[in-house]
């Protein structure tokens, strides 16, 4: 069982920055792959960032390449994503989320333990 927990959302400007933290429970982080997911009002959950469980080469999605970094801290059980030149259009509540194999995925049915969420609202 992992216990995930979200913190750093809140309300910033066009142009500014935001850092989410993931803390995860547990003793064997790094066997999980790791990601981030957004939901907007009235849109489907989607996915965000990826990591492996060893770190490695991420996975973004195209609408926040270049903008928003993903990262992980075993040695601490924290992920995190660090965003940049935030836009309006990045509003959303975003989750991490936890899969029990050492390789990532987009899908969110692929993810097994999921955080409560915290909000990201970016005015313009």
């Known amino acids: 069982q992992v216990h995930l927990s979200e913190s750093g959302g809140g309300l910033v400007q066009a142009g500014g920055s935001l850092r989410l933290s993931c803390a995860a429970s547990?003793?064997?982080?790094?066997?999980?792959?790791m990601g981030w997911f957004r939901q907007a009002p009235g849109k489907e959950r989607e996915c965000v960032s990826t990591?492996?469980?060893?770190?490695?080469?991420?996975y973004y999605a195209d609408s926040i390449k270049g903008r928003f970094t993903i990262s992980r801290d075993n040695a601490q059980n924290t992920m995190y994503l660090q965003m940049n030149m935030l836009k309006p259009e990045d509003t959303a509540v975003y989750y991490c989320?936890?899969?029990?194999?050492?390789?990532?995925?987009?899908?969110?049915?692929?993810?097994?333990?999921w955080g409560q969420g915290t909000q990201v609202t970016v005015s313009s």
């Open positions: 989320a936890a899969r029990k194999s050492f390789w990532a995925t987009p899908r969110t049915s692929d993810y097994d333990y």
């Open positions: 990591i492996r469980g060893s770190g490695g080469t991420p």
């Open positions: 547990g003793r064997t982080f790094n066997s999980y792959a």
